[in-house]
């Protein structure tokens, strides 16, 4: 039996039914966490300039685009969804994955969903199914796959989001095996792009292609069964290694590994120095003009996924340690506020990067977090040092439920009213009880004053 036919097989059975509570309740704040940055990235460039590539609110129009007034056809929302959750980089991370699993899954469940008519409970257990495909893959073929320069998000978060699509559409097992063996076709995505809009096209695409690839499978489209761990299937092409896939459902990686829901909008290898760095601020009651320089002390992991060339968007400021350090130490926080023109161009934050040095410190724990450490010199001779080996969101220091609503009220501000967005918090605590999910994906649409259709 293939590696394909296994996932198969299992995506299929009952066994996520297992799933303790904890799981499902980690899986209700995905939804949660994934809609609130879809809300926010919905405002961006990016997403907008794919929606306007085509006409919306056309008569087969059947899916939300979330924060835009508008809808679309399923793959078409799938696309576009997905690339609004990646645009800020807000959205969450799994360690073992090495990805960003929920941007893609959400957004291509939630329009399948409101298509078909499909419960909240089915579409959570779907949403549970593709988060342990993707993750289980992660394990098996990382780290040699992100050390190649592929976006995991886009090369496994494809094949989990087609096993949670073929979940929720409930295909048969044999047109499950071919729409992830489609899927193992539509993988790509190189982080050469991190710091650009492609890098959020990414999710788009993988969001797409997940329900495309179930739908032609179940239109009768096959693929080879072997695509993952044939003599040229993705395994060996992308990693150059055999896959070894651990047993689905044997333990549950929303329990064993998470969620890391992220705090602050960039990447996961800048959080612990922002925290730390932000900790010296506050704690040390330091005025950033009296810095004189600035060393980050980073795991050897951290110089793969950031971008040293000076920024000079917001995207490149997302993915660059020097910017982030340097707003968390001028602002006092880090929102999506600090990541604007006005924020890159400020003379403080210019003289602080120019002051940071970066340094890898061998000394910090392998623990797949992104450990670091900030050390400020300061003009009164003064140095002072703050470590973080976990940052906030990471294991042990997990955002809450309340932190997560409290972050999807800050997204929705504009976009949705105060009134909708209390309602849309309300179904999605309780998503498994909803019978229907399009009354909750149509309020997504947006009512407040920033939430507009897309260009045509």
């Keep these: 039996m293939t590696a394909l036919e296994q996932i198969a097989h299992w995506v299929q059975s009952p066994d996520i039914e ?29 997403p907008r300039i794919v929606a306007s590539l085509e006409p919306v609110n056309l008569p087969h129009s059947t899916a939300s685009l979330v924060g835009m007034c508008s809808r679309t056809s399923v793959a078409r929302a799938a696309l576009i969804n997905g690339t609004a959750a990646h645009a800020d980089l807000f959205d969450d991370n799994s360690a073992p994955m090495i990805a960003h699993p929920s941007a893609s899954l959400v957004s291509a469940l939630l329009p399948l969903a409101q298509s078909i008519g499909a419960s909240g409970h089915d579409l959570l257990l779907a949403y549970c199914v593709g988060f342990e495909v993707g993750v289980k893959l992660g394990r098996a073929v990382n780290p040699a796959l992100y050390e190649q320069g592929w976006h995991v998000t886009r090369v496994l978060g494809v094949l989990g989001a087609t096993a949670a699509c073929c979940r929720l559409a409930r295909v048969s097992v044999e047109q499950t095996i071919h729409a992830l063996g489609i899927a193992t076709s539509a993988a790509g995505g190189l982080r050469q792009h991190f710091g650009t809009m492609t890098m959020a096209l990414h999710a788009g695409w993988t969001a797409r292609d997940a329900i495309e690839s179930m739908q032609l499978a179940a239109r009768g489209f096959d693929a080879d069964p072997a695509g993952l761990d044939g003599r040229y299937g993705l395994a060996r092409v992308f990693a150059q290694s055999e896959v070894r896939l651990p047993n689905l459902g044997e333990s549950f990686e929303l329990i064993e590994s998470g969620i890391i829901f992220k705090p602050y909008p960039c990447g996961a290898p800048t959080h612990a120095a922002i925290d730390a760095a932000l900790s010296l601020s506050a704690n040390q009651r330091i005025d950033p003009a009296q810095i004189e320089w600035v060393v980050c002390h980073v795991h050897p992991w951290n110089a793969m996924t950031l971008r040293d060339e000076r920024p000079s968007t917001a995207n490149q400021a997302r993915v660059n340690l020097r910017f982030c350090v340097a707003a968390a130490l001028r602002f006092g926080r880090v929102t999506p506020d600090e990541f604007s023109s006005d924020a890159l161009r400020d003379p403080l934050v210019q003289r602080l990067m120019s002051a940071t040095d970066i ?21 009164d001779g003064r140095t002072v040092t703050e470590r973080r080996d976990v940052p906030p969101g990471g294991t042990g220091r997990r955002l809450d439920a309340a932190q997560i609503q409290a972050k999807f009220r800050q997204c929705a501000a504009g976009v949705l009213t105060d009134q909708t967005c209390g309602r849309a918090i309300t179904a999605l605590t309780r998503l498994d009880a909803l019978a229907d999910v399009d009354a909750l994906a149509r309020a997504l649409e947006g009512d407040g004053p920033q939430a507009a259709a897309p260009a045509a």
């Design 18 to 46: 297992r799933l303790p509570d904890a799981g499902l309740a980690t899986a209700r704040l995905a939804f949660l966490d994934t809609l609130a940055v879809t809300l926010i990235g919905s405002r961006r460039a990016a």
């Design 359 to 379: 340094r890898v410190d061998a000394s910090l724990p392998d623990n797949g977090e992104f450990p670091a450490a900030v050390t400020l010199q300061l003009r």
